[in-house]
């Protein structure tokens, strides 16, 4: 049984463009950039400042315990001193469904909320945060779930909730190709009726200026919504790329040699493998109630299983059907080469960070290997291959980005690439993704990296990576450790700019939560 599903990567580019209406006349005419916008924060423009990163964060509360709000709680201590969050993706699970955006956003992160002290009051799609909110899309915000499930979880949530039983986080809805996030975070121009609106909401919140023409203004406690899936803002001289990396995660085809069957045979076994897992685990979960601790505990394991199946499932079918061309977002890749390019060639910018879903480079042990991690890496690859060609002398030997944030795998980790013999050379990488939903494991093949590359001369394996920290799920003393975590991240001056990185982590060891703040390093 699927439990959920992925769009088409077509569909998904195609419903997030009508929803803000891509390119229409009225954006046109007006000259409006809708990939940028500008923080309207009125704080006063400083080459030093502090910015907070979470991920994969949008899971409700187990009782008693409710990790995402141990962050959150954890996130105020430095909310004064923080211009902005950052989020990288899977804002709700499991499905993105506006049905949890309440439980699962609204109410964990409601200090940031304007009316936050009465969160219930606060509808998914008419939120206006106090501090910027920044997030990028990730695969379980655009999540679906089929018909016949969808039937049976929704037309049963709400017995079973009442019967004291669990929920799996789906109920009636998916996202709907995204819609959920699109109607919570986005500028849905498409809901606005007429001409003379369209026009007229235009002239009052695209008032702010770059060199690409005009653009929204973002502005804390008033109008917090964003004009695309992906974007760019500057700020203290900091270029930030917020991309979509579900739409340029489609695997290569599989090549078409004896190699490439037997690895298809491989994925249809392991396919049929983990199926009868899937199986097993709802047979066990039919059996479990919330209401008794040692049962409670048993469902989140299994829901975080759950969750890891689908995840391989879904990678599994997108190399199965790799045979055809891989649908990818070129639009994006593209205008994120001509903006990489336009901020090396602006002298006021300093530095340039990038966040979006899926890390490329990553050791958290269901992600490391798989097919969309090696997809995402060689687009961006190719993308940052093609800007050292274009700017020559003029990066110094700098990377072409300075610091590379994403979520998908639910751990907290630094890396930093090697020599790759190729642009994405010497780049810092952290990953937030702890921020709510079941800590990972650590891969056990340790903590460099590697890749087989084809040259001429034939195969050759070598080192792109190494994991230089690791926070997430381990063992000691026979007690399991969960450790959730945000990040603090605080910009210095200079040319190019350093980032001192403050982990912040909530850690559930038994039943005992415990806040620390790991040691400082810089970048």
């Given at each position: 049984m699927n439990l959920i599903s992925d769009p088409p990567i077509p569909v998904k580019i195609q419903k997030m463009k009508e929803r803000v209406r891509w390119m229409h006349p009225s954006f046109r005419q007006r000259g409006i950039d809708q990939t940028s916008i500008v923080l309207d924060d009125h704080r006063e423009d400083s080459p030093e400042f502090s910015f907070m990163v979470i991920?994969?964060?949008?899971?409700?509360?187990?009782?008693?315990?409710?990790?995402?709000?141990?962050?959150?709680?954890?996130?105020?201590?430095?909310?004064?001193?923080?211009?902005?969050?950052?989020?990288?993706?899977?804002?709700?699970?499991?499905?993105?469904?506006?049905?949890?955006?309440?439980?699962?956003?609204?109410?964990?992160?409601?200090?940031?909320?304007?009316?936050?002290?009465?969160?219930?009051?606060?509808?998914?799609?008419?939120?206006?945060?106090?501090?910027?909110?920044?997030?990028?899309?990730?695969?379980?915000?655009?999540?679906?779930?089929?018909?016949?499930?969808?039937?049976?979880?929704?037309?049963?949530?709400?017995?079973?909730?009442?019967?004291?039983?669990?929920?799996?986080?789906?109920?009636?809805?998916?996202?709907?190709?995204?819609?959920?996030?699109?109607?919570?975070?986005?500028?849905?121009?498409?809901?606005?009726?007429?001409?003379?609106?369209?026009?007229?909401?235009?002239?009052?919140?695209?008032?702010?200026?770059?060199?690409?023409?005009?653009?929204?203004?973002?502005?804390?406690?008033?109008?917090?919504?964003?004009?695309?899936?992906?974007?760019?803002?500057?700020?203290?001289?900091?270029?930030?790329f917020a991309l979509d990396s579900n739409t340029f995660n489609a695997p290569s085809p599989l090549p078409t040699t004896q190699e490439g069957e037997i690895y298809r045979r491989q994925l249809l076994h392991r396919r049929q493998e983990i199926e009868r897992q899937e199986l097993q685990i709802l047979k066990m979960w039919d059996y479990l109630n919330r209401d008794n601790p040692t049962e409670a505990e048993q469902l989140d394991e299994l829901s975080a299983k759950l969750d890891q199946i689908n995840e391989i499932k879904i990678d599994i079918e997108k190399q199965l059907t790799s045979h055809k061309t891989p649908a990818i977002d070129f639009e994006q890749l593209d205008w994120l080469r001509s903006r990489l390019i336009e901020s090396w060639n602006t002298s006021e910018v300093r530095g340039r960070v990038m966040f979006f879903h899926h890390p490329p480079y990553v050791t958290e042990a269901t992600k490391w290997h798989q097919a969309q991690t090696l997809a995402v890496r060689h687009r961006l690859r190719s993308v940052f291959e093609q800007v050292a060609q274009t700017l020559g002398s003029l990066i110094k030997e700098r990377p072409i980005v300075d610091l590379i944030l994403n979520g998908h795998a639910h751990c907290l980790e630094y890396l930093r690439t090697a020599d790759t013999g190729f642009a994405d050379s010497h780049i810092n990488c952290i990953i937030a993704g702890g921020s709510g939903h079941r800590p990972r494991y650590q891969r056990q093949g340790g903590t460099e990296l590697m890749e087989t590359f084809t040259e001429i001369k034939g195969k050759s394996t070598r080192k792109v990576a190494d994991s230089l920290l690791f926070v997430g799920r381990h063992d000691y003393k026979s007690q399991n450790h969960l450790p959730y975590s945000s990040v603090r991240i605080d910009v210095l001056d200079g040319s190019p700019p350093k980032f001192i990185v403050r982990p912040l982590v909530a850690e559930r060891i038994g039943e005992e939560w415990y806040n620390r703040e790991l040691e400082p390093f810089v970048i």
């Amino acid at each position: 049984m699927n439990l959920i599903s992925d769009p088409p990567i077509p569909v998904k580019i195609q419903k997030m463009k009508e929803r803000v209406r891509w390119m229409h006349p009225s954006f046109r005419q007006r000259g409006i950039d809708q990939t940028s916008i500008v923080l309207d924060d009125h704080r006063e423009d400083s080459p030093e400042f502090s910015f907070m990163v979470i991920g994969d964060s949008g899971t409700e509360a187990h009782s008693p315990h409710h990790p995402q709000r141990k962050v959150a709680e954890m996130m105020l201590t430095h909310r004064n001193d923080c211009s902005f969050v950052l989020h990288t993706g899977d804002v709700i699970y499991s499905v993105g469904s506006q049905e949890y955006y309440s439980t699962n956003f609204i109410q964990p992160y409601r200090e940031f909320l304007v009316g936050g002290d009465n969160p219930k009051g606060i509808s998914y799609d008419r939120m206006v945060f106090n501090l910027p909110f920044l997030p990028v899309l990730g695969n379980h915000d655009y999540y679906d779930v089929p018909l016949m499930y969808r039937l049976f979880t929704g037309a049963t949530s709400s017995l079973r909730r009442l019967l004291g039983h669990k929920d799996m986080e789906i109920g009636w809805h998916g996202s709907y190709q995204g819609n959920a996030y699109a109607r919570a975070f986005m500028d849905y121009t498409q809901a606005i009726a007429s001409p003379q609106e369209l026009e007229r909401h235009l002239d009052q919140h695209y008032t702010a200026k770059t060199n690409t023409g005009r653009c929204l203004r973002y502005e804390p406690g008033q109008f917090t919504r964003l004009p695309n899936r992906y974007y760019t803002f500057r700020y203290g001289g900091i270029d930030f790329f917020a991309l979509d990396s579900n739409t340029f995660n489609a695997p290569s085809p599989l090549p078409t040699t004896q190699e490439g069957e037997i690895y298809r045979r491989q994925l249809l076994h392991r396919r049929q493998e983990i199926e009868r897992q899937e199986l097993q685990i709802l047979k066990m979960w039919d059996y479990l109630n919330r209401d008794n601790p040692t049962e409670a505990e048993q469902l989140d394991e299994l829901s975080a299983k759950l969750d890891q199946i689908n995840e391989i499932k879904i990678d599994i079918e997108k190399q199965l059907t790799s045979h055809k061309t891989p649908a990818i977002d070129f639009e994006q890749l593209d205008w994120l080469r001509s903006r990489l390019i336009e901020s090396w060639n602006t002298s006021e910018v300093r530095g340039r960070v990038m966040f979006f879903h899926h890390p490329p480079y990553v050791t958290e042990a269901t992600k490391w290997h798989q097919a969309q991690t090696l997809a995402v890496r060689h687009r961006l690859r190719s993308v940052f291959e093609q800007v050292a060609q274009t700017l020559g002398s003029l990066i110094k030997e700098r990377p072409i980005v300075d610091l590379i944030l994403n979520g998908h795998a639910h751990c907290l980790e630094y890396l930093r690439t090697a020599d790759t013999g190729f642009a994405d050379s010497h780049i810092n990488c952290i990953i937030a993704g702890g921020s709510g939903h079941r800590p990972r494991y650590q891969r056990q093949g340790g903590t460099e990296l590697m890749e087989t590359f084809t040259e001429i001369k034939g195969k050759s394996t070598r080192k792109v990576a190494d994991s230089l920290l690791f926070v997430g799920r381990h063992d000691y003393k026979s007690q399991n450790h969960l450790p959730y975590s945000s990040v603090r991240i605080d910009v210095l001056d200079g040319s190019p700019p350093k980032f001192i990185v403050r982990p912040l982590v909530a850690e559930r060891i038994g039943e005992e939560w415990y806040n620390r703040e790991l040691e400082p390093f810089v970048i």
